[in-house]
Protein backbone atom coordinates (compact mmCIF):
# COMPACT_ATOMS: atom_id res chain seq x y z
CA UNK A 1 0.00 0.00 0.00
CA UNK A 2 1.14 3.69 -1.38
CA UNK A 3 -0.15 7.01 0.49
CA UNK A 4 0.83 9.74 -2.00
CA UNK A 5 -1.20 12.79 -2.88
CA UNK A 6 -4.31 12.72 -4.77
CA UNK A 7 -4.79 13.60 -8.41
CA UNK A 8 -7.00 14.26 -11.00
CA UNK A 9 -6.91 10.64 -12.33
CA UNK A 10 -7.72 9.42 -8.79
CA UNK A 11 -11.12 11.46 -9.00
CA UNK A 12 -13.48 8.74 -10.30
CA UNK A 13 -12.18 6.19 -7.38
CA UNK A 14 -12.74 8.99 -4.77
CA UNK A 15 -15.78 10.17 -5.87
CA UNK A 16 -17.53 6.31 -5.30
CA UNK A 17 -15.89 6.05 -1.73
CA UNK A 18 -17.60 9.55 -1.47
CA UNK A 19 -20.97 8.63 -2.71
CA UNK A 20 -21.38 5.26 -1.21
CA UNK A 21 -20.66 7.07 2.16
CA UNK A 22 -23.43 9.54 1.46
CA UNK A 23 -25.80 6.82 0.45
CA UNK A 24 -24.79 3.71 3.27
CA UNK A 25 -23.55 6.02 6.85
CA UNK A 26 -24.19 8.31 8.78
CA UNK A 27 -20.63 10.27 8.37
CA UNK A 28 -21.75 12.37 5.57
CA UNK A 29 -24.13 14.42 6.50
CA UNK A 30 -25.63 15.39 2.97
CA UNK A 31 -28.42 12.91 1.43
CA UNK A 32 -26.97 14.03 -1.83
CA UNK A 33 -24.89 12.55 -3.96
CA UNK A 34 -21.66 14.24 -5.57
CA UNK A 35 -20.77 14.57 -9.26
CA UNK A 36 -17.09 14.07 -11.04
CA UNK A 37 -17.26 17.79 -11.10
CA UNK A 38 -18.00 18.31 -7.69
CA UNK A 39 -15.12 16.12 -6.63
CA UNK A 40 -12.58 18.51 -8.90
CA UNK A 41 -13.98 20.89 -7.00
CA UNK A 42 -12.98 20.03 -3.82
CA UNK A 43 -9.60 18.64 -4.84
CA UNK A 44 -8.55 22.26 -6.54
CA UNK A 45 -10.32 23.84 -3.46
CA UNK A 46 -8.22 21.44 -1.06
CA UNK A 47 -4.77 21.99 -3.39
CA UNK A 48 -4.82 25.72 -3.84
CA UNK A 49 -5.23 26.40 -0.22
CA UNK A 50 -2.02 23.80 0.84
CA UNK A 51 -4.56 21.17 2.52
CA UNK A 52 -3.28 17.47 1.89
CA UNK A 53 -5.44 15.06 -0.34
CA UNK A 54 -4.10 11.42 0.35
CA UNK A 55 -4.90 8.20 -0.94
CA UNK A 56 -4.00 4.90 -0.12
CA UNK A 57 -3.59 3.34 -3.31
CA UNK A 58 -2.57 -0.85 -3.71
CA UNK A 59 -2.18 -2.36 -7.20
CA UNK A 60 -4.00 0.74 -8.66
CA UNK A 61 -6.93 0.91 -6.68
CA UNK A 62 -7.95 3.61 -4.55
CA UNK A 63 -8.42 1.71 -0.68
CA UNK A 64 -9.52 5.06 1.05
CA UNK A 65 -8.99 8.73 0.94
CA UNK A 66 -8.19 11.41 3.34
CA UNK A 67 -7.92 14.94 3.89
CA UNK A 68 -8.57 18.16 5.60
CA UNK A 69 -9.20 21.62 5.07
CA UNK A 70 -10.59 24.73 6.92
CA UNK A 71 -12.40 24.20 9.94
CA UNK A 72 -14.31 27.75 9.86
CA UNK A 73 -13.93 30.93 7.39
CA UNK A 74 -13.17 33.11 9.77
CA UNK A 75 -9.58 34.29 10.00
CA UNK A 76 -8.76 33.47 13.63
CA UNK A 77 -9.45 29.75 12.77
CA UNK A 78 -6.61 29.87 10.52
CA UNK A 79 -4.60 27.60 12.50
CA UNK A 80 -7.19 24.82 12.88
CA UNK A 81 -8.06 22.25 10.30
CA UNK A 82 -11.01 19.51 9.70
CA UNK A 83 -10.30 16.78 8.61
CA UNK A 84 -12.33 13.42 7.14
CA UNK A 85 -11.10 9.86 6.15
CA UNK A 86 -13.18 7.00 4.11
CA UNK A 87 -12.50 4.17 3.08
CA UNK A 88 -13.92 0.78 0.84
CA UNK A 89 -15.37 -1.54 3.15
CA UNK A 90 -12.56 -3.82 2.21
CA UNK A 91 -9.81 -1.46 3.46
CA UNK A 92 -11.55 -1.80 6.35
CA UNK A 93 -9.16 -2.96 9.20
CA UNK A 94 -5.96 -3.42 7.17
CA UNK A 95 -4.37 -0.29 8.69
CA UNK A 96 -5.32 1.77 6.24
CA UNK A 97 -7.09 4.64 7.89
CA UNK A 98 -4.21 4.57 10.19
CA UNK A 99 -1.71 5.10 7.64
CA UNK A 100 -3.79 8.12 6.36
CA UNK A 101 -4.59 9.52 9.79
CA UNK A 102 -0.54 9.80 10.69
CA UNK A 103 -0.01 11.35 7.08
CA UNK A 104 -2.73 13.53 7.40
CA UNK A 105 -1.08 14.53 11.14
CA UNK A 106 2.63 14.94 9.78
CA UNK A 107 1.30 17.16 6.88
CA UNK A 108 -0.41 19.41 8.76
CA UNK A 109 2.06 20.07 11.40
CA UNK A 110 4.50 20.68 8.68
CA UNK A 111 2.76 23.28 7.61
CA UNK A 112 2.28 24.83 10.70
CA UNK A 113 -1.38 23.90 11.74
CA UNK A 114 -2.41 23.65 15.25
CA UNK A 115 -5.38 21.93 15.90
CA UNK A 116 -7.03 19.33 14.06
CA UNK A 117 -10.55 18.89 14.43
CA UNK A 118 -12.44 15.73 13.85
CA UNK A 119 -16.70 15.85 13.98
CA UNK A 120 -18.37 12.40 14.24
CA UNK A 121 -21.49 11.03 14.29
CA UNK A 122 -22.00 10.04 18.03
CA UNK A 123 -23.46 6.60 17.13
CA UNK A 124 -19.89 5.68 15.12
CA UNK A 125 -18.21 4.25 17.95
CA UNK A 126 -15.53 2.73 15.60
CA UNK A 127 -14.58 5.88 14.52
CA UNK A 128 -14.77 7.40 18.00
CA UNK A 129 -12.04 4.64 19.20
CA UNK A 130 -10.10 4.85 16.08
CA UNK A 131 -9.71 8.74 17.24
CA UNK A 132 -9.00 7.77 20.66
CA UNK A 133 -6.00 5.39 19.60
CA UNK A 134 -4.39 7.96 17.35
CA UNK A 135 -4.33 10.83 20.27
CA UNK A 136 -7.76 12.89 19.62
CA UNK A 137 -9.26 13.75 22.42
CA UNK A 138 -13.25 14.27 22.60
CA UNK A 139 -14.48 17.66 23.46
CA UNK A 140 -18.47 16.78 23.81
CA UNK A 141 -21.80 16.02 21.88
CA UNK A 142 -23.72 17.99 20.20
CA UNK A 143 -27.48 17.01 20.10
CA UNK A 144 -29.44 16.63 17.67
CA UNK A 145 -27.34 18.89 14.97
CA UNK A 146 -27.97 15.90 11.79
CA UNK A 147 -31.30 15.29 10.26
CA UNK A 148 -30.40 12.31 7.42
CA UNK A 149 -31.92 9.05 6.66
CA UNK A 150 -35.19 10.30 8.41
CA UNK A 151 -33.80 10.44 12.41
CA UNK A 152 -31.85 13.02 14.38
CA UNK A 153 -28.14 12.90 14.52
CA UNK A 154 -25.69 13.85 17.05
CA UNK A 155 -22.39 14.92 16.58
CA UNK A 156 -19.05 14.32 18.70
CA UNK A 157 -16.40 16.82 18.36
CA UNK A 158 -13.00 15.06 18.95
CA UNK A 159 -9.75 17.56 18.81
CA UNK A 160 -5.68 16.67 18.79
CA UNK A 161 -3.45 19.31 19.45
CA UNK A 162 -0.51 19.44 16.69
CA UNK A 163 2.01 21.55 18.12
CA UNK A 164 2.42 23.59 21.56
CA UNK A 165 3.99 26.29 19.55
CA UNK A 166 2.78 29.94 21.68
CA UNK A 167 0.60 31.60 19.49
CA UNK A 168 1.79 33.53 16.81
CA UNK A 169 2.24 37.45 17.13
CA UNK A 170 -0.66 39.85 15.53
CA UNK A 171 -0.76 40.25 12.19
CA UNK A 172 0.75 36.69 11.18
Known sequence: MNIRPAT???LPQILDIHNDAIRRLDAIWSETEETLADRKAWLDERNANGFAVLVAEEDGRVLGHGSYGTYRSRSGYRKTVE???YL???????????ALMAALIDDAK?????LMVGVIDSKNENSIRFHVRHGFEMLGIL???????????????MYLILNDDPAPPRGY
Open 88 to 98: RDEAQGRGVGS
Open 83 to 85: HSI
Open 143 to 157: PQSGFKHGRWLDQVN
Open 110 to 114: AKGFH
Open 8 to 10: DSD
